[in-house]
């Protein structure tokens, strides 16, 4: 065995660990990035969950799926004619999975680029020693003075009901299923549930959902939460709310084989669900599997998330957690603004994350993007606020492009006019929303937006005069 010396090693190549692994490089240090994450055909495929099971092919089937309805319905509006409309899964899947592999590849050339060490395999602590830790990988020791773990995280699974990936499906299996099924069963209508869904309900799917609280998106604010449930409910994705599930079974042989969920619905009722797949969405789990975390005394939560700080500092001396292993929400671009921060951290700068204006995108049609805090949240904390909302059905680029259902909602503190919040679903939302953050990050106050030039006919109006609606003047409503 032979041992490599490293000024920072970091284990996980997904967007917490190779941003970090970049940013280190960046700072002048020796950097190694170890990551497991296997190609179909054995070889690497760096970018994690994200890349491989997550953000990326999701979005790549949401487009595919999106063009198809669009096809579909919205194209006889605009007069254009099509016949004989079909989808082959087979190619939609190709070319998700060709998206996944340019985005690998893309990260194996900024490793290069970088001049990053690169293994490919399972990262575990051998022990602490006194030029910091020893860490395994396939046959090697590697030796860093720094480690930065980011192990990202597992789909949880129902108790008694393990992912077989072809009935019972996670994130993973909910990313490649072969043929539209007819039937479609979703348990917990959260992001992954309401993405999935919405990809195999556009493709013919009967979806239903399953939720276990009585509320939708009880994270999101209210009003807008309400706005795109109606929308779902009118696009045919069947919700239903506080229902407990009970005994899933894979039943039926052959091509007639499919899963059974049992279920209470919210009035009490005995129900059964028929489906031919069953995507469980339940949230995730942090990931330490395989890191011998006993070996040093790596200390875990309850919920077997690696314990940090603020600033990603575990209890250990040098070593960094950050990404969906730690606290806070399991958000790629969280885990990017960590994985920089931890790098500048070691180099002695002040690595800064604002908690505050992490934006979240769901990615459904229409799109639900938000900043800040949520009505609900102010009126428990007792803060006194100011909200306007403009509507997607005043604004003509909205009509243009035939798009025109929700809202931008601005939350402004009463006294002072900063911003609190902003809520949007709607058309491009996940575009719309950087605006807010910045202006969030700066401090700005609702009259800020509300004063700047936007471009005409944009969506980004909707925001300036959601933004004017906070003092009751909207122009165009
Ligand atoms: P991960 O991306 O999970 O990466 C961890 C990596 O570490 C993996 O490659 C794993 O194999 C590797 N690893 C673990 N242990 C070891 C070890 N001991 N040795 C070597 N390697 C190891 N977030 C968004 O912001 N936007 C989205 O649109 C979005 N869509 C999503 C869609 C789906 C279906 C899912 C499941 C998630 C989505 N997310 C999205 C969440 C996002 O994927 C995660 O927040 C993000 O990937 C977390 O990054 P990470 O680096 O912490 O961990
Ligand atoms: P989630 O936390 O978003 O939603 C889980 C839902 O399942 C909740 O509504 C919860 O109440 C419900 N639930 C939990 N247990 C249940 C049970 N036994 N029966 C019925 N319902 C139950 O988790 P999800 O969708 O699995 O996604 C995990 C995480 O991945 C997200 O929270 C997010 O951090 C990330 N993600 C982000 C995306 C994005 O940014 N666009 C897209 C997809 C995932």
Avoid at 47 to 69: D, F, R
Avoid at 143 to 170: I, M, W, Y
Avoid at 290 to 308: F, H, Q, S, W
Avoid at 376 to 403: E, H, I, M, V
Wanted: hydrophobic share 45%; proline share 3%; net charge neutral.
């Amino acid at each position: 065995m032979s041992t490599k010396n490293f000024d920072v090693i970091v284990i996980g190549g997904g967007p917490g660990g190779y941003i970090a692994a970049i940013r280190a490089a960046q700072l002048g240090f020796n950097v190694a990035c170890i990551d497991e994450w296997k190609n179909g055909k054995g070889g690497p495929a760096p970018g994690g969950t994200c890349t491989n099971v997550g953000c990326i092919p999701s979005k790549a089937l949401l487009q595919s799926s999106e063009h198809y309805e669009h096809a579909g319905h919205a194209f006889a509006d605009h007069g254009i004619g099509l016949k004989d409309l079909s989808i082959d899964v087979k190619k939609m899947l190709a070319r998700k999975d060709g998206v996944v592999k340019q985005n690998n590849d893309g990260i194996l050339y900024l490793f290069k680029k970088n001049k990053i060490a690169f293994f490919h395999g399972r990262g575990s602590f051998v022990k602490a020693t006194e030029g910091g830790y020893e860490i395994a990988v396939n046959d090697e020791v590697l030796l860093g003075k720094q480690v930065v773990l980011a192990t990202g995280s597992n789909a949880r699974a129902l108790p008694g009901t393990p992912f077989d990936e072809e009935f019972v499906l996670s994130n993973d299996g909910a990313l490649r299923i072969g043929e539209v099924p007819a039937k479609l069963g979703v348990i917990g209508s959260g992001v992954i549930g309401l993405e999935m869904g919405s990809v195999w309900r556009r493709l013919g799917a009967e979806v239903t959902v399953l939720e276990g609280l009585p509320t939708f998106l009880g994270a999101v604010d209210e009003q807008i939460a309400k706005e795109a449930h109606k929308a779902f409910t009118k696009q045919g994705l069947k919700i239903e709310l506080g229902v407990k599930v009970g005994e899933i079974a894979v039943t039926g042989k052959g091509a007639k084989k499919g899963v059974s969920v049992a279920y209470t619905n919210a009035k009490g009722e005995a129900q059964t669900l028929a489906v031919d797949k069953l995507i469980v969405s339940i949230g995730r789990v942090p990931n330490t599997i395989g890191l011998n975390a006993e070996a040093v005394g790596l200390k875990l939560d309850e919920r077997g998330a690696i314990v940090v700080d603020d600033e990603c500092r575990t209890n250990l001396p040098g070593v960094w957690a950050v990404g969906d292993v730690v606290r806070g929400p399991m958000l790629a671009h969280k885990a990017e603004e960590e994985g920089v921060a931890v790098a500048e951290r070691i180099a002695g700068q002040h690595g800064h994350v604002n908690f505050n204006t992490i934006p979240w995108v769901i990615y459904t049609s229409p799109e639900i993007a938000w900043v800040g805090q949520t009505e609900q949240q102010l009126k428990a904390a007792g803060r006194a606020y100011k909200a306007g909302t403009f509507p997607f059905l005043a604004n003509g680029r909205a009509r243009a492009l035939g798009d025109t259902t929700g809202m931008v909602k601005f939350l402004a503190d009463a006294a002072t006019d900063e911003i609190l919040g902003v809520h949007i679903v709607g058309p491009m939302a996940s575009e719309l929303i950087s605006e807010a953050v910045v202006a969030m990050e700066f401090k700005a106050s609702a009259e800020d937006i509300a004063r700047i030039c936007h471009a005409h006919p944009s969506l980004s109006e909707a925001t300036k005069e959601a933004a004017l609606a906070v003092d009751k003047r909207t122009l165009n409503f």
